[in-house]
């Protein structure tokens, strides 16, 4: 049950911080989550806006680019997890202007992991199931997770998560493309979010993934996410 529940709480805060980072733009992100002896989950994170879409927030931002100025700033992310109680011991710091990178300790997982509906959890005997999934119905409690800046971001690069608009991913890319250029457009569609997960135990079914061993890896388009034009659904089985 305990790393039943880290595996849980490993999905909440991947999508949330994740979703903090991800969301604004084509970046590249990385997250590793340590459970401990003590029921606690440590966790690091680390990504990166792609140069282009970089110099465009920049831009739209009022921030010179040879400014050092960060575009998601680690003191407005620090406050905002702050802000949840049941997180502890929170770093994040710029190492360049356009990327950010941190940890913090999940002090109490089995409060946090009742705040979030669209996390499914079956345990069994014989047969165990995890199942997240991601739609437009749910998007609202992602975007409580944003601070300013990053809806300021988003409503720039009219992502339809924020604007409420029904799009594929084609038409708002050719959106971005009419507005931006195709050079942005081009590095928010291959943009990829990469998840990995361990489970406890032999792994029958995934979807949404692949995997080896107990070992899952999720690839996820960040057009997908920022589009959201259909539910966004990665499940595990194992017995």
């Known amino acids: 049950?305990?790393?039943?529940?880290?595996?849980?709480?490993?999905?909440?805060?991947?999508?949330?911080?994740?979703?903090?980072?991800?969301?604004l733009s084509a970046c590249s992100f990385s997250m590793v989550a340590t459970l401990r002896s003590d029921q606690q989950v440590d966790l690091?994170?680390?990504?990166?806006?792609?140069?282009?879409?970089?110099?465009?927030?920049?831009?739209?931002?009022?921030?010179?680019?040879?400014?050092?100025?960060p575009l998601i700033s680690a003191a407005t992310v620090t406050a905002s997890l702050q802000k949840i109680p049941e997180l502890s011991q929170i770093v994040a710091k710029n190492q360049v202007p356009q990327g950010l990178e941190g940890r913090l300790r999940v002090a109490n997982p089995e409060k946090l992991s009742q705040r979030f509906p669209f996390v499914t959890q079956k345990l069994g005997s014989g047969a165990s199931l995890f199942s997240l999934t991601l739609s437009r119905e749910t998007t609202p409690q992602l975007l409580s997770l944003f601070t300013a800046e990053v809806r300021d971001y988003l409503d720039a690069l009219m992502a339809p998560i924020?604007?409420?608009?029904?799009?594929?991913?084609?038409?708002?890319?050719?959106?971005?493309?009419?507005?931006?250029?195709?050079?942005?457009?081009?590095?928010?569609?291959?943009?990829?979010?990469?998840?990995?997960?361990?489970?406890?135990?032999?792994?029958?079914?995934?979807?949404?993934?692949?995997?080896?061993?107990?070992?899952?890896?999720?690839n996820i388009p960040l057009v997908d996410l920022l589009v959201m034009q259909k539910p966004l659904v990665y499940q595990i089985s194992w017995k």
């Open 1 to 23: 049950m305990v790393v039943y529940r880290y595996m849980k709480l490993h999905f909440y805060l991947v999508f949330g911080l994740m979703s903090v980072l991800a969301s």
């Open 44 to 69: 690091s994170y680390t990504g990166a806006i792609k140069p282009k879409v970089a110099a465009l927030l920049s831009d739209l931002g009022g921030t010179a680019k040879s400014s050092d100025r």
């Open 162 to 218: 924020a604007s409420g608009e029904n799009q594929t991913s084609g038409e708002y890319l050719a959106l971005l493309t009419s507005v931006y250029g195709k050079t942005i457009a081009q590095e928010i569609e291959s943009s990829l979010i990469s998840l990995e997960i361990q489970v406890p135990g032999t792994i029958t079914q995934v979807i949404g993934g692949t995997w080896t061993g107990n070992r899952v890896v999720f």
